[in-house]
């Protein structure tokens, strides 16, 4: 069965950094584009970043730009999302992603195939 368990969020204060895990099974990691979107309360989904099948190219949403690193671990058939520098907007739900087909620069645009539960982060004093 393919799919992708987020783990990591929490409460961290403004300034504070989090690391998220999306771990997948059923696939490979690095033959699939994944990458993370996160929904606040009242507001659309929106995507943060996300690492393109084979190549490794990242992208990232200029709201994150500079603060939130994405990787891969294919041994560990995991992706992170180091995130550094939070302010109280980043608090939201944070989603992983997946899909076999799509590169990384349509991937916050189109239908994914698989979806996490997601994983709360609050950032806040």
């Known amino acids: 069965q393919v799919q992708v368990v987020e783990s990591g969020g929490g409460l961290v204060q403004p300034g504070g950094s989090l690391r998220l895990s999306c771990a997948a099974s059923?696939?490979?990691?690095?033959?699939?584009?994944i990458g993370w979107f996160r929904q606040a309360p009242g507001k659309e989904r929106e995507g943060v970043s996300c690492i393109s099948r084979l190549d490794g190219t990242t992208y990232y949403a200029d709201s994150v730009k500079g603060r939130f690193t994405i990787s891969r671990d294919n041994a560990k058939n995991t992706v992170y999302l180091q995130m550094n520098s939070l302010k109280p907007e980043d608090t939201a739900v944070y989603y992983c992603a997946a899909d076999p087909q799509i590169l990384g620069h349509d991937f916050f645009y189109v239908h994914l195939e698989v979806w996490g539960q997601g994983t709360l982060v609050t950032v806040s004093s």
């Open positions: 059923g696939f490979s990691v690095g033959h699939y584009t």
